[in-house]
């Protein structure tokens, strides 16, 4: 018998973008070993065949597809080859995403349509593809890490800022459309974490700064209250809460996982 406080995946399937690093990484291997069978997506497959590898350790399935999920053909492809190899999804990880600065005065338009089309068009793609058959089924956890970049602004991210306040209204206005479908929609807010896109965040500002690593990896930590840098494992975390049945309450919602820096 299930005991309902138990964290369980067992016979649910999820797929997570981006997840051949970092975030998606941790959350890839933590639903797996919550039970659940993980298909993993990224542009880069040699990275994302040694994450389905590690699945497979856990004895659950995986399959490991490359796609760029700006490219709308890609991700539709994506889906197909996906729900083909185990079966229609249940659990939607959008994670996927980048991070770009620059002072607005003369922001380059290409990177402003970079962000935009990675951090918010993807989800919009990436969800419309996987969503049908979870209409079907009347069962459906969709998760998108987003940041606190989605609530609060910053000096130079105008571009990512505004691409992750955009995903944030592109949850909350999914969760109530699917509300009578039996599907959540959720998003996940983190603080700087430590990943690879933190360290290029760090190489930028030891470029701009002229400060030393420690320096400049100092100023990322003292963003947090908790003088620290949150770890992929603890946005994981969440993310795996949000799948669970037990979670069919909440939807609509951003946590936060930064630290106390951001109260609301
Ligand atoms: P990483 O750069 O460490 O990993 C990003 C992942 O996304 C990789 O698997 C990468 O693989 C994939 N990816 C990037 N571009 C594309 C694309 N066009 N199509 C498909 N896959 C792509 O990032 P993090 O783990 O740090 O970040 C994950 C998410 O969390 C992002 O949405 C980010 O905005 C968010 N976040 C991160 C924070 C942080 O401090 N790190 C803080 C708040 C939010 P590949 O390059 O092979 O495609």
């Known amino acids: 018998m299930t005991n309902s406080n138990q964290l369980t995946l067992a016979g649910r399937r999820a797929v997570v973008t981006g997840g051949s690093k970092g975030i998606g990484r941790s959350i890839a291997l933590a639903l797996a070993k919550a039970g659940a069978d993980v298909a ?94 979870m209409i079907e089924r009347r069962w459906g956890r969709i998760i998108t890490i987003a940041s606190i970049a989605s609530k609060v602004g910053m000096p130079y991210i105008a571009a990512y800022t505004a691409s992750k306040h955009g995903v944030l209204g592109l949850t909350r206005s999914l969760a109530s459309e699917l509300i009578t479908h039996q599907i959540t929609v959720n998003a996940v807010c983190p603080g700087y974490v430590d990943t690879p896109m933190t360290d290029s965040n760090i190489s930028n500002i030891i470029n701009r700064t002229g400060l030393t690593e420690a320096q400049a990896r100092e100023a990322l930590e003292k ?37 106390g820096g951001v109260m609301w």
């Open 223 to 259: 963003t947090s209250p908790q003088n620290r840098l949150i770890e992929p494992e603890e946005v994981a975390a969440v993310t795996l809460m949000l799948a669970q049945e037990t979670s069919k309450g909440i939807t609509g919602q951003a946590i936060n996982v930064d630290g």
């Open 40 to 133: 993993v997506s990224a542009r880069n497959l040699p990275d994302l065949e040694a994450v389905a590898a590690k699945i497979q350790e856990t004895g659950q399935r995986s399959l490991a597809i490359a796609c760029d999920v700006t490219d709308p053909e890609q991700v539709q492809q994506m889906a197909a080859a996906v729900i083909e190899g185990l079966g229609e999804i249940d659990i939607l990880v959008n994670n996927a995403g980048n991070a770009g600065s620059h002072k607005f005065l003369n922001h380059p338009d290409d990177l402003w349509h970079r962000m935009l089309s990675i951090n918010l068009t993807s989800v919009f793609y990436v969800t419309r593809a996987f969503l049908p058959p």
